[in-house]
């Protein structure tokens, strides 16, 4: 009997305990089910598995010599995984103390040590698995945040989550920097909206945890890996941007001018070697608007040199014909048109009329020969557009304005008596910038009409993905006689013409002045001027053609020959300063060194190169920093020393280097050298201006 008694109280303790179970269990249900149901439904709702976009490494976006003008910096949003997988309470609890320190002295000072104590500690209790750190935040601030307690263990063993975003960087700053442009959801700005489908590369996926905390990747699931974007190298030269936008900004300054333009174009090829566009804004000056590529206006009296080459090419004038000034002032019907400079000239040469910028001359002449009848305007606005005036330039870049030329049979043109006198003096007719420079190039070229370009190369890892060359619109676009006469009048201008104060002592260059009123028909508004400057140099064999556009000049006078033609000639005085071969020899009579004893394209460490050189005597002309080339040049009785600018970056071209300058500069690019032979470099495996990304390169010697 006392052991059945004991198997039944045993029995009753343990349905007691079931029953205990079982009522806590209900307990439970009704807490989560009543009070906390809702709670937990709405985090279950927003807990879930989301497929994510990753974007690739945007491409770099470089200098013609290899310099940085865009690239993408990592950022990086940090997170707190206090239960990951290899985080045990134990070593949390044991190392909460000195990681709140860390993190309260050497992260963000926002908090408190016992600040970042509670905050970790209550993250942990709520069972938290992305506690939000910080966004935005550097490489080197992440790799001090690695060696924290806990966070040294890693993202498994010690929770420690780096998300990597990236922000676009410009080593320059504002240096073309409208010209480079940006992408920003759907508004493609410049050259990163025209070749983003380079630049960004394709993008991949990855699967992230939504949570009311965050996002949380999942490695568990597979990811499809993006790919980097492609390089895209430009055709800017760092040094040429630096001038031109510099001598522009001045030139505003000194002006008091709302903005202005500036661009400087390779004669032979197109290709622009600087491209500035700069505003006032409410705390300064910044490039705001591409005014070059998107603002077409009426051009003033750059437009002459239109006129004139039609006039020519019809064979309507000769530069040594008389036209009459009549004092700088005439009638066109209702309208009467002023030279903008007195100069009490009845009559005089066709030549001096353009020279001096005379409206009256240019106009009256287009008029005679043009405005007689509907053909003879149609011919004129033929002529215009046989210079391909009428077209835009198709820059590569997005937004380029459309050039207006009135047409003659055209109803909503509003063609009228004084429109061909007013369209041969740059009104009546828009323009850009760039368009305008087109057509002086073109002068400068001999006739050949070269596309204006910006992009040389397009590379992926070394490799050429799109190689861009030098794209000729038409190889005559004005006859050899007529080229030869409107280049000597471009030189006339500067020589005893509008620009005659600019003129230059030590090289020539050729040119023509304009200067438009912005509100003409608004006969009550304050009068408001655009003052321009286009040209080339040196004016016998040009390298570069050049346009200077000023908007609303308020001080120091409004005309292009003192607002923009300053700025012109400031350009063209660097350009020679930095390009050796524009400089004319001014000791050419004096006996000199045979050049080809000298040792022309040696390559090497600058103080080396000039031991060389005072070891023989030889005068030298360093124009170099560390890294230098010896130059020498047929009517030049001394070596010149051209800089040699050596990225650390990039692969560098070491061709005409001795082996132990090469190697020097590519091992510390952690390049691999593998050679052969001796003496010189005379070939590498690996094209100058690649990334350098640790590859292995071979050198042949000789």
Not at 5 to 20: G, K, P
Not at 118 to 132: I, N, P, T, V
Not at 292 to 299: I, K, L, M, Q, R
Not at 379 to 384: C, I, M, S, T
Request: proline content about 4%; overall charge positive; aromatic content about 10%.
């Amino acid at each position: 009997m006392a052991i059945k008694n004991e198997i039944l109280y045993q029995m009753y303790i343990l349905l007691s305990l079931v029953v205990l179970a079982a009522v806590g269990i209900f307990a439970q249900l009704v807490k989560v089910n009543v009070f906390e149901g809702e709670e937990l439904r709405e985090l279950i709702d927003q807990s879930y598995i989301v497929e994510k976009k990753i974007r690739g490494e945007r491409g770099t976006i470089f200098a013609d010599d290899g310099a940085i003008l865009a690239a993408s910096t990592p950022l990086y949003n940090l997170r707190f995984d206090p239960h990951a997988a290899g985080l045990t309470e134990e070593i949390f609890r044991e190392k909460l103390d000195s990681l709140s320190y860390y993190l309260a002295y050497y992260f963000d000072d926002k908090y408190t040590v016992g600040a970042w104590h509670d905050r970790l500690e209550e993250a942990y209790d709520r069972g938290d698995k992305y506690f939000f750190l910080k966004n935005n935040v550097s490489y080197p601030e992440v790799e001090l945040l690695r060696k924290f307690p806990i966070f040294r263990r890693g993202r498994n063993g010690g929770g420690f989550i780096a998300d990597r975003n990236e922000k676009r960087a410009h080593p320059f700053r504002i240096l073309a920097r409208r010209t480079l442009g940006y992408v920003k959801e759907d508004v493609k700005v410049g050259l990163e909206g025209s070749f983003d489908d380079y630049l960004k590369g394709e993008e991949g996926t990855g699967y992230m945890l939504k949570t009311p905390q965050g996002d949380i990747p999942q490695k568990n699931l597979e990811n499809i890996t993006p790919k980097n974007g492609s390089d895209i190298y430009t055709t800017i030269d760092v040094n040429l941007q630096d001038v031109v936008q510099n001598a522009l900004l001045r030139g505003l300054q000194y002006h008091d001018a709302d903005q202005g333009t500036a661009i400087l174009m390779d004669v032979k090829t197109g290709a622009i070697k600087a491209i500035s566009n700069i505003g006032k804004v409410s705390n300064g000056w910044a490039e705001v608007y591409n005014y070059a590529v998107g603002t077409a206006t009426e051009p003033g009296s750059t437009f002459k040199l239109a006129s004139m080459i039609a006039m020519l090419e019809d064979g309507y004038v000769n530069l040594q014909d008389s036209v009459v000034l009549n004092q700088g002032k005439t009638q066109f019907y209702d309208k009467e048109m002023v030279d903008a400079s007195p100069h009490g000239l009845d009559e005089t040469t066709v030549r001096h009329a353009f020279e001096i910028s005379s409206n009256v001359g240019i106009a009256s002449l287009v008029d005679k020969h043009y405005n007689h009848s509907n053909k003879g305007r149609e011919r004129f606005v033929n002529r215009l557009k046989d210079l391909y005036l009428h077209l835009p330039t198709g820059i590569e870049l997005r937004g380029e304005a459309l050039p207006y030329i009135k047409e003659p049979n055209s109803a909503v043109d509003q063609w009228s008596g004084t429109t061909i006198p007013w369209m041969a003096i740059g009104y009546e007719e828009k323009l850009t910038p760039l368009q305008m420079l087109s057509l002086y190039n073109t002068v400068a070229n001999n006739g050949k009409m070269m596309k204006p370009y910006l992009v040389r190369d397009i590379m992926n890892y070394g490799d050429v993905v799109k190689h861009f060359k030098p794209t000729i619109i038409s190889s005559r676009v004005i006859s050899p006689k007529t080229v030869v006469k409107v280049q000597s009048l471009l030189e006339g201008v500067v020589e005893r013409g509008t620009a005659k104060k600019l003129k230059s002592d030590y090289y020539r260059f050729a040119g023509k002045t304009g200067t438009a009123q912005m509100d003409y028909k608004q006969k009550k508004a304050k009068h408001r001027y655009q003052a321009s400057f286009a040209g080339y140099f040196p004016a016998k064999n040009p390298r570069y053609s050049c346009i200077v556009v000023i908007y609303n000049p308020r001080e120091h006078g409004y005309y292009g020959s003192a607002v923009a033609g300053p700025v012109f000639r400031e350009i063209a005085d660097k350009c020679y300063i930095l390009d050796p071969d524009l400089k004319y020899p001014l000791n050419a009579h004096v006996a000199k060194l045979d050049s080809k004893k000298l040792p022309s394209w040696q390559v090497g460490y600058k103080d080396d190169l000039v031991k060389v050189a005072q070891e023989f005597d030889v005068p030298v002309k360093d124009l170099a920093n560390e890294w230098a080339v010896f130059k020498t040049y047929n009517d030049v009785d001394s070596l010149f020393l051209l800089n040699r600018k050596m990225s650390k970056k990039i692969i560098p071209n070491v061709q005409g280097m001795g082996l132990k300058d090469a190697l020097y500069l590519l091992e510390n690019r952690q390049v691999k050298v593998r050679f052969k032979g001796n003496g010189k470099v005379l070939k590498q495996s690996i094209r100058g201006g690649t990334p350098a990304k640790g590859q292995t390169i071979y050198l042949r010697l000789g």
